[in-house]
């Protein structure tokens, strides 16, 4: 079992909705991340939380500690947001989600 | 925003060569900076954390003698793989931390023949 899991896997969703991407990670951790991957590999880094709710622009990621779970939220999605979208977290070490492939389709 | 760049993106080697890859900085001091290699199915393996002026300090199960990490200044750090082999085809990216942000490189991808 992944010390981190994503869900979905894959997702498509029209132009405009809103979506969500969820982990759960199992271990003790000191923050966790929110990645965004391109078609072409380049990594960037969209939040890093250790505690409740960032937003930036229409991205949203909130934790939960105690249930050991985060979700990212897109409002208003757009085809630019396909992407795959990794949830990691630091403990003692890094540990990382397989990643949610998100296709928007316009 | 800060940038870190990664040289070369590709690279295609024979079995036995050896392979640098480059990790800069180009704005801002590094410290700190993490190597990482991507396996199928998305999953990212952090490799090792390249300390400048100091050892590098690798994840259980990587092997030191095969991965070379030289964090020679603040906004340089490099990965060697020695004696590749194929089974180490794989996508290597390196991040800078600043402040309470990872930056990461464009990633290089490594094809051992």
């Known amino acids: 079992k992944n010390e981190v899991e994503q869900s979905p896997q894959n997702l498509t969703a029209q132009e405009g909705e809103f979506i969500t991407i969820n982990c759960s990670y199992s271990?003790?951790?000191?923050?966790l991340h929110w990645l965004q991957q391109h078609p072409g590999g380049g990594i960037v880094s969209l939040f890093m939380?250790?505690?409740g709710k960032k937003k930036h622009g229409r991205l949203i990621a909130t934790i939960n500690i105690q249930e050991k779970h985060s979700s990212l939220h897109i409002t208003a999605s757009h085809p630019r947001d396909s992407a795959v979208y990794i949830c990691a977290v630091t403990g003692n070490q890094f540990y990382f989600g397989t990643g949610t492939s998100l296709t928007v389709i316009p | 925003g800060a940038v870190v760049s990664q040289h070369p993106s590709r690279v295609i080697c024979k079995s036995g060569t050896s392979v640098k890859i480059e990790c800069r900085s180009l704005?801002?001091?590094?410290?700190?900076m993490f190597w990482y290699r991507q396996f199928p199915k998305k999953s990212l393996m952090l490799m090792a954390t390249?300390?400048?002026?100091?050892?590098?300090?690798?994840e259980q199960g990587v092997e030191k003698d095969k991965f070379l990490i030289n964090h020679a200044s603040l906004t340089l750090s490099t990965l060697t793989v020695t004696s590749a082999h194929p089974e180490d085809s794989s996508f290597y990216i390196c991040?800078?931390?600043?402040?309470?942000?990872?930056?990461f490189g464009p990633g290089t991808r490594l094809t051992v023949l």
């Open positions: 939380l250790s505690s």
């Open positions: 390249s300390n400048e002026g100091s050892k590098a300090t690798y």
């Open positions: 704005d801002f001091q590094a410290t700190t």
């Open positions: 991040s800078a931390k600043r402040v309470d942000t990872q930056y």
């Open positions: 271990v003790g951790i000191s923050a």
